[in-house]
């Protein structure tokens, strides 16, 4: 059993499916789901808007991450391939990674650890909403 996590990404909308700007975005892989919501640094001084993409690899285990983070006018974008442990979606960055998890309803919530700069601040936290 794949757990809830990979339940959710699984359940795929027929927009999602038949919707070619967002699968392009995503590099033409089959889109599992797109959420849209916020991040906020580990002190609260940082915060911005975030959006994920979710896609899925041949490998039922596998994902690919796209995730785009808005602090003011400057945005940041990384694609990653990720893995399913458990019941969450990990992401690995240079000296940290991204963490996924489903909360209640279309919901999901993620933790991120940045010491290389990839992202707009070194420690931080996701809260996000499925995208329709």
Do not use: C, K, Y
Not at 18 to 39: E, F, I, K, T
Not at 63 to 82: D, H, Q
Not at 111 to 124: I, Y
Request: charged share 25%; glycine share 14%.
């Amino acid at each position: 059993m794949l757990g809830a996590f990979v339940l959710a990404l699984a359940i795929v909308t027929a927009a999602g499916r038949d919707a070619p700007a967002q699968v392009n975005a995503a590099g033409g892989d089959r889109l599992r789901g797109a959420w849209s919501g916020s991040w906020t640094s580990e002190d609260g001084r940082q915060h911005g808007a975030a959006d994920v993409l979710i896609v899925a690899t041949p490998e039922p285990t596998e994902l690919v991450g796209e995730f785009s983070f808005v602090e003011g006018s400057e945005a940041r974008t990384i694609r990653r391939p990720g893995v399913l442990i458990r019941e969450e979606g990990r992401f690995p960055l240079l000296g940290g990674e991204i963490a996924l998890r489903l909360a209640s309803g279309n919901r999901v919530v993620g933790d991120f650890v940045d010491a290389r700069g990839e992202l707009p601040a070194p420690r931080g936290r996701l809260e996000l909403t499925r995208a329709r």
